[in-house]
């Protein structure tokens, strides 16, 4: 790979891929099984923390919201 094609590629790995590798190996629901070459998701506990990040990010950021409709021209 070449060219852009091989800095688009290095630049997915790097920013997106490695990051999102990490961060499933320290979230509790995700486990890898090096025998086996295996991750194992519980639907349970990702749907369960998904929610509750979903639940924070709408209703505990309300600063942020404010912040962002105020810079739309809304008063808050």
């Known amino acids: ?6 800095q688009l590629a290095l630049g ?3 920013f997106v891929l490695l990051p999102a590798a990490g961060a499933a190996a320290v979230l509790p629901f995700v486990d890898f099984d090096k025998a086996a070459g295996l991750m194992t998701i519980d639907v349970n506990a990702a749907s369960t923390a998904a929610a509750g990040a979903i639940y924070a990010a709408a209703t505990g950021s309300t ?4 912040r962002w409709a105020k810079r739309r021209g809304g008063a808050t």
């Open 12 to 14: 997915i790995r790097v």
């Open 63 to 66: 600063f942020a919201w404010s």
């Open 1 to 6: 790979m070449t060219g852009l094609t091989g």
